[in-house]
Nanobody
Framework: VQLVESGGVLVHPGGSLRLSCAASGFGFRSYIMTWRRQAPGKESELVASISSGGGSIIYADYVKGRITISRDNAKNSVYLQMNSLKPEDTAVYYC?????????WGQGTRVTVSS
């Protein structure tokens, strides 16, 4: 099982970026996919979640209107489009796959928002 995140970079406040997570080794299309983040000195928190078919999406209140989660089941991938980034969005972003029996984490990709 592998979840490999990519796309984390240093970006200026107000900027945009797109995170990707490529999955392999499990039945991706039957899993809920989530993006979580962990800022320095803080606990992990949910950013967004998307159902297995993509029809149900949940966003944390602090990112609503700025972030879009999507998935491509043909490519076993999930994405996080991030706009209007703020310094407080600085964190390591992880993708997580879950169903009723299992959950898998990626290694994370670091996003730094700074001028």
């Amino acid at each position: 099982v592998q979840l490999v995140e990519s796309g984390g970079v240093l970006v200026h406040p107000g900027g945009s970026l797109r995170l990707s997570c490529a999955a392999s080794g499990f039945g991706f299309r039957s899993y809920i996919m989530t993006w979580r983040r962990q800022a320095p000195g803080k606990e992990s928190e949910l950013v967004a979640s998307i159902s297995s078919g993509g029809g149900s999406i949940i966003y944390a209140d602090y990112v609503k209107g700025r972030i879009t989660i999507s998935r491509d089941n043909a490519k076993n991938s999930v994405y996080l489009q991030m706009n209007s980034l703020k310094p407080e969005d600085t964190a390591v972003y992880y993708c997580k796959a879950l169903n009723t029996a299992y959950n898998y984490w990626g290694q994370g990709t670091r996003v730094t928002v700074s001028s």
